[in-house]
T-cell receptor, first 114, second 116 residues
Framework: AQKITQTQPGMFVQEKEAVTLDCTYD???????LFWYKQPSSGEMIFLIY??????QNATEGRYSLNFQKARKSANLVISASQLGDSAMYFC???????????FGIGTKLQVIP | GAVVSQHPSWVICKSGTSVKIECRSL??????MFWYRQFPKQSLMLMAT?????????EQGVEKDKFLINHASLTLSTLTVTSAHPEDSSFYIC????????????FGPGTRLTVL
């Protein structure tokens, strides 16, 4: 079984500053995928970034980067140059064992302050 | 454009009635779809895996007779909440995985169910 832990229920960041959202995971599978999703108040799940367990380089997508530390089983999301529109819930998630179903963490609520 | 659609986007019903939620894969055929439930201010919890042409696989603690899933075609899965009660009020989201790549996950926009 896999597990995702997000220990920050809420975070504040000043506009234009960078912020790191923490995520640790646990799985016995050697092959797995790690995701970050953004969920605004509308409820839709917006895919942000993906990291495969065998990827040697950290994933980046525009202002989003994933700090993947395999030995520590952590997959922190870094958002650079925060914008007001970044205020939302952020979920860390994973798939493993060759299955496509996704296990989610409890989320972190990010609020960007002008 | 959207890859997965859900209908309706929101529904309000009386206690005891049944509600059907549709999930459609718009761009590709999906032999497997997933249904999640999200209570207010909580995470998404997998309810069941919908398999085209066969019975759905339910997660532990999810009543299969209450949450009926039908995956009659490669592009449509339906979730029917039977005899809905206020505690069933939640946000229901479906997802579709494409291929064997882990990163090909697409979520529908969700359906907000309120049972009075």
């Amino acid at each position: 079984a896999q597990k995702i832990t997000q220990t920050q229920p809420g975070m504040f960041v000043q506009e234009k500053e960078a912020v790191t959202l923490d995520c640790t995971y646990d799985t016995s599978d050697q092959s797995y995928g790690l995701f970050w999703y953004k969920q605004p108040s509308s409820g839709e799940m917006i895919f942000l970034i993906y990291q495969g367990s065998y990827d040697e380089q950290n994933a980046t997508e525009g202002r989003y980067s994933l700090n993947f530390q395999k030995a520590r089983k952590s997959a922190n999301l870094v958002i650079s140059a925060s914008q007001l529109g970044d205020s939302a819930m952020y979920f860390c998630a994973m798939t493993s064992g060759g299955y496509q179903k996704v296990t989610f963490g409890i989320g972190t609520k990010l609020q960007v302050i002008p | 454009g959207a890859v997965v659609s859900q209908h309706p986007s929101w529904v309000i019903c009386k206690s005891g009635t049944s509600v059907k939620i549709e999930c459609r894969s718009l761009d590709f055929q999906a032999t497997t779809m997933f249904w999640y439930r999200q209570f207010p201010k909580q995470s998404l919890m997998l309810m069941a895996t919908s398999n085209e042409g066969s019975k759905a696989t339910y997660e532990q603690g999810v009543e299969k007779d209450k949450f009926l899933i039908n995956h009659a075609s490669l592009t449509l899965s339906t979730l029917t909440v039977t005899s809905a009660h206020p505690e069933d009020s939640s946000f229901y989201i479906c997802s579709v995985g494409r291929g064997s790549s882990y990163n090909e996950q697409f979520f529908g926009p969700g359906t907000r169910l309120t049972v009075l």
